[in-house]
């Protein structure tokens, strides 16, 4: 076999400059302002960022766009007549901005629609209880359905399950462990003595691996229990999944086909779950009114601001559309898409005539597995070919900290060039990290990243998002910090303009990935996933 010299030659050279730039770049502990040549004296007077700050603070839609969105959408369930409704209503905003805009099919999934969950306990005692049927539920038919509930049984054995599971018939099985505390651990960290807070971590570890062993010992796994348990005649699977955070849970999609499944609050469902354990045999009344449309299309809205000089090279905005659906999406992704439409709208008004295309993607079913987005990198690679740059947010209401750059060689030198003319009071937020490493999924930039564009995640501050926002039944209106995405507006819109109005390309050039040390071989870069067409209907 012949060697290449001259390819081992100029992977070395391309290794050694990786490392160079990887050490003298990587800038995690600073941020933007702090680094020597960027603090605020350095910012750069510029009338169109003067202009786009002034439409911003002066003349912002964000509170409407919120409005009109969150509340009088709603949640955007993949497949849902919301989603449908949320695609037609951007597509007329951008229509009323002077903006061309169209729904894009990219597959279909299973149709769902989410009406009225009523749950009371009727005995011993009369009390409403908060919960919800999870997505793609089935419905009980239009009847409310009322049983007593029972606790899944901790069995020996697969077998001495299966001589269990006849008692589940007419009855309502809770299937989650009986959370110890309802107080989440900074609750306890402000208030709580060092002993108790031990002492109650503990009693949650031991319950918890008590409860996962139960659930093995039954044979099944989360997934094929909810089945085994319907078809063993039980009127529905009671559950609760805690986001660990004062009354919030999480919500996800149902596991069974016939009878409902229901997520009761923390409070609530240790309180049913109390009643069982202790004999008192209480009853439940459910009503769960969710509807099955059959198959139906999917689509990403697409909006663009046509390039005057290189109309075929393309500046893209990015942002999923779908939420799950115990909230209103609010901050996943709500804010993202309030950014990226206000970014749009400020661009139009101040630069009407870019020189590279403007597009935003509003990506369907990022939360099944970014497929809107990896459907939309399949079907146009015309527009991933010839990316100057995609920014995407995804992370909450919070202002934009981080900036990475994601594995490309060269991100350091344009991204910190277009950062100069950041207003000094928003770059101050932003730590940078460059050259950074290629990210392999978590929102819809990855799906460009994989094929090799140069696709950046503008991360943004926590404002307690994993617990109290992420896939809750609290992800609403009133979460959103409409300052912090203002300032994403105005950051969002300024990246753009000035990825447009480069002279140069962006290069495309990767660094060199380290070895894996599991594996002993040089890292990967991500490669493309092919989109699920066609979702939720097995």
Not at 125 to 151: D, F, H, N
Request: contains cysteine.
């Amino acid at each position: 076999m012949k060697t290449n010299t001259n390819f081992l030659r100029n992977s070395h050279i391309r290794y050694m400059a990786s490392l160079f730039v990887m050490v003298a770049f990587c800038t995690t502990s600073l941020t933007y302002a702090q680094r020597p040549g960027f603090g605020p004296a350095q910012s750069i007077k510029d009338p169109i960022v003067d202009a786009i700050v002034k439409e911003a603070t002066e003349n912002s839609q964000l509170e409407k766009l919120a409005h009109e969105l969150m509340d009088g959408i709603g949640p955007r369930l993949v497949g849902s007549p919301k989603m449908k409704q949320a695609n037609d209503w951007a597509v007329s905003k951008y229509a009323g901005w002077g903006i061309s805009a169209r729904n894009e099919k990219w597959g279909e999934w299973r149709g769902w629609d989410r009406g009225i969950t009523h749950v009371d306990m009727i005995s011993p005692w009369v009390k409403s209880l908060e919960g919800m049927q999870l997505a793609w539920s089935p419905s009980t038919g239009g009847k409310t359905v009322t049983g007593e509930t029972i606790v899944l049984a901790d069995a020996a054995d697969s077998i001495a399950f299966q001589q269990w599971l006849p008692s589940v018939k007419g009855k309502f099985v809770l299937v989650s462990m009986a959370q110890p505390t309802g107080r989440p651990d900074y609750n306890w960290d402000e208030f709580g003595t060092k002993e108790s807070i031990e002492k109650m971590k503990k009693n949650r570890t031991e319950l918890t691996q008590a409860w996962q062993r139960r659930i093995t010992k039954s044979g099944y796994n989360a997934r094929t229990l909810a089945i085994a348990l319907e078809e063993a005649g039980a009127l529905g699977v009671i559950q609760s999944n805690w986001s660990q955070g004062f009354g919030v849970n999480k919500i996800f999609s149902a596991n069974t086909k016939k009878t409902p499944t229901i997520d009761l609050s923390l409070e609530d469902y240790s309180l049913l779950f109390r009643l069982t354990e202790s004999g008192s045999k209480p009853q439940i009344s459910v009503r769960a009114d969710s509807k099955e449309t059959g198959v139906q299309p999917t689509f990403n809205t697409i909006a663009e601001i046509k390039g005057s000089e290189k109309p075929d090279e393309y500046v893209i905005l990015s942002a999923h559309f779908d939420s799950w659906d115990g909230g209103t999406g609010a901050t996943d992704n709500g804010t993202g898409t309030l950014t990226m439409m206000e970014a749009m709208r400020i661009l139009k008004k101040i630069l009407p005539n870019p020189k590279r295309t403007i597009l935003v993607g509003h990506w369907g079913s990022e939360e099944q597995g970014l497929n809107g987005s990896r459907a939309f990198v399949e079907d146009h690679p015309e527009i991933v070919q010839n990316m100057q740059a995609l920014f995407n947010q995804d992370n909450g209401t919070g202002r934009v900290s981080n900036i990475s750059g994601q594995g490309f060689l060269h991100s350091y030198e344009y991204i910190s060039r277009w950062l100069t003319r950041v207003p000094s009071d928003i770059r101050q937020h932003i730590t940078t990290n460059f050259p950074g490493s290629p990210g392999g999924g978590g929102s819809d930039f990855a799906s460009f990243l994989a094929a090799g564009a140069p696709a950046f995640s503008l991360s943004s501050l926590g404002w307690s998002y994993g617990n109290y926002t992420w896939h809750t039944n609290r992800d609403t209106y009133d979460k959103i910090v409409f300052d912090d995405v203002r300032n994403n507006a105005i950051l969002t819109a300024i990246l753009a303009y000035m990825a447009s109005e480069d002279n140069t390309k962006t290069s495309r050039e990767k660094i060199v990935l380290p070895i894996n040390p599991r594996t002993g071989q040089p890292g990967q870069w991500p490669t493309p996933t092919k989109a699920t067409r066609k979702g939720g209907l097995n």
